[in-house]
């Protein structure tokens, strides 16, 4: 059977995540209504990660088989067509070997998150940036999360009901930008637990509002405690970047 691999963007606010529910719209849903548009065929789109509710993507990445071969614009263009009017759009879609894994064969994985730091309201970034009214010291958290570098038990910044069989990952990245008022939190690493960019965006949000101090970053990863963990971000701000392979 063909496979492709679709490279996918979305804007997160209306579904109730990528994976597929019994009730509620889902990302992985309207694709897979579009590709049996497309084909008459029900068929499984397998996606590079499963973001949350109001987790937004401009390079997520999946893999979908069809029965017949199509040229690569036909799917593309066709999946496009029968997902509107759902703010999803394939960018590319290109064919794959039979071992490409959208999930098991990425080596990184790169998400942003975005933060304007102001007091006056959102308006044109209403539910894609996360404000924080209170000045951050935005040099003290880029150093506070340089200790988060590297391989950890991140279990201090992991969701109650992750489902990773471990809590040790590597983070290969963890940079936060400012540029004017917008703040950038910007990470990489092969593979996520549920929630952590969130959690790590929080607490990194604590040590910029001068709540926390970097040594208090590093105490709660060391205390490997759900409990020591500052707020969880919202999800309006986090955004899927881009998938190696």
């Not at 071969?69 to 039979?98: C, F, K, W």
């Not at 340089?146 to 990773?164: M, P, S, V």
């Not at 709660?220 to 999800?235: E, F, H, Q």
Request: proline share 3%.
């Amino acid at each position: 059977m063909p496979r492709y691999k679709l490279t996918i963007e979305y804007d997160g606010a209306p579904f109730r995540g990528w994976q597929v529910q019994d009730s509620g719209l889902t990302v992985q849903g309207v694709l897979e209504q579009a590709a049996k548009a497309l084909s008459g065929e029900d068929v499984r789109v397998h996606g590079a990660g499963r973001t949350d509710a109001g987790v937004h993507a401009r390079g997520q990445v999946a893999h979908v088989d069809f029965v017949k071969a199509y040229r690569t614009d036909q799917v593309r263009d066709a999946m496009n067509a029968h997902l509107r009017p759902h703010p999803v759009g394939i960018l590319s879609a290109e064919r794959v070997t039979d071992n490409f894994e959208a999930r098991f064969s990425a080596i990184k994985r790169h998400y942003l998150y975005r933060i304007i730091n102001r007091r006056a309201d959102l308006a044109l970034d209403l539910g894609h940036a996360w404000r924080v009214p209170r000045l951050l010291d935005t040099d003290k958290m880029h150093r506070a999360a340089q200790q988060l570098i590297g391989k950890h038990d991140f279990t201090t910044f992991r969701a109650a009901e992750c489902q990773a069989k471990s809590a040790e990952k590597t983070l290969d990245q963890l940079d936060v930008v400012r540029d004017g008022d917008h703040v950038n939190v910007v990470t990489s690493a092969r593979s996520f637990l549920h929630n952590q960019v969130r959690s790590i965006v929080g607490s990194l949000m604590w040590v910029g509002e001068g709540r926390w101090s970097e040594a208090d970053l590093k105490r709660a990863l060391d205390a490997k405690d759900r409990t020591a963990c500052g707020p969880v971000a919202p999800p309006d701000g986090l955004y899927l970047m881009r998938v190696d392979y």
